[in-house]
């Protein structure tokens, strides 16, 4: 199907150019100045005060990352932008607060970006384009305005299901005091009040678990768009990367997620292979919470295996 305008029309552009298209993307100099302060700070703080960290700072901050973390995988990811399985409401709602402890931007903006990715991936309607390089597609997108294919081809990209969604609404209504209660505020009071953390690391550790967490995050738009197996289709850029896997909760089967990506497990074997985010997911279906869980037939996975891949067998990445 063709990609439609606005006025139903099909576009004059059918398909976005894949060669990158020079055009005026001005800076923002507020995400530069926020993005480059915030690993400075980071890095500083880690090799001069690291030593000062409580025992149980250390434990508490890589916790409430994943934990976070699972808000993006399972929720704003698999649910919300890929419609992956079903969630009822208390998970639903329980997704939206983890996301929030990330900080990342509101759930529409992250869903929507997201699918213009996969709509247009690597071409210039692809928000973080990974044929610009690693830098672009790690952060430097964030640094600038989008490209204008970015803006044409997105109107394509339908969000009815978002706006439908009243737990989706309330949270991107409300969104700045949420995300900064529970990605900042909270995570430094805790420390402070429950093990006499000082103020000073307390906060220092939520800074370096952000910076950390963003990083892990963006490693699944740049590593695992360069580099690893394409075992399910050669033609394309994602690829199977175990470490991005290992440290993104299971999103760095990213070959396989761009072949199926309404395969819930967002790789072909799920939990049993570095996929934090499957076993999530199953054990909320267990509990009765997420349902219509999607996977594609074992056959239509072998096909795809030997009629486009790379012949990688892949079992370990
Ligand atoms: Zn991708
Ligand atoms: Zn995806």
């Not at 990330?102 to 996969?118: A, D, E, F, K």
């Not at 964030?142 to 609404?169: C, F, Q, T, W």
């Amino acid at each position: 199907m063709q990609p439609k305008t606005e006025n139903g029309k099909d576009s004059i552009l059918n398909q976005p150019p894949k060669e990158n298209i020079p055009a005026v993307q001005p800076l923002i100099w507020r995400n530069i100045i926020i993005i480059a302060a915030l690993h400075v700070v980071s890095i500083y703080l880690f090799i001069t005060r690291y030593t000062e960290a409580k025992f149980w700072t250390w434990i508490f901050a890589p916790i409430y990352a994943v934990v976070g973390g699972f808000g993006i995988t399972a929720g704003a990811h698999r649910l919300w932008a890929h419609r992956s399985y079903k969630a009822k409401l208390p998970l639903r709602i329980l997704l939206a607060i983890l996301y929030c402890m990330t900080g990342m931007t509101c759930l529409t903006r992250w869903i929507r970006v997201h699918r213009t990715h996969h709509r247009y991936t690597d071409t210039c309607a692809d928000p973080h384009n990974s044929n610009r390089g690693f830098f672009f597609s790690h952060v430097g997108w964030l640094m600038m305005k989008h490209h204008p294919a970015v803006k044409e081809y997105g109107k394509n990209v339908d969000l009815s299901d978002l706006a439908a969604d009243p737990v989706i609404r309330f949270f991107d209504k409300y969104y700045i005091p949420i995300m900064v209660s529970l990605c900042f505020v909270l995570p430094s009071v805790i420390p402070v009040y429950v093990w006499n953390e000082t103020w000073f690391i307390s906060i220092g550790a939520v800074i370096f678990r952000y910076a950390v967490a963003l990083n892990m995050i963006f490693s699944v738009n740049s590593f695992a768009h360069i580099w690893g197996s394409r075992p399910y289709n050669r033609t394309l850029k994602p690829a199977e990367n175990p470490t991005v896997a290992f440290i993104a909760l299971g999103e760095g089967w990213h070959n396989y997620h761009h072949v199926f990506p309404w395969d819930y497990k967002a790789s072909e074997l799920g939990f049993a292979r570095l996929n934090l985010t499957a076993g999530f997911i199953e054990f909320m279906a267990w509990l009765g919470l997420a349902y219509d869980l999607k996977i594609p037939s074992v056959e239509i996975v072998a096909k795809y295996r030997a009629n486009k891949g790379d012949g990688t067998i892949d079992l370990s990445g």
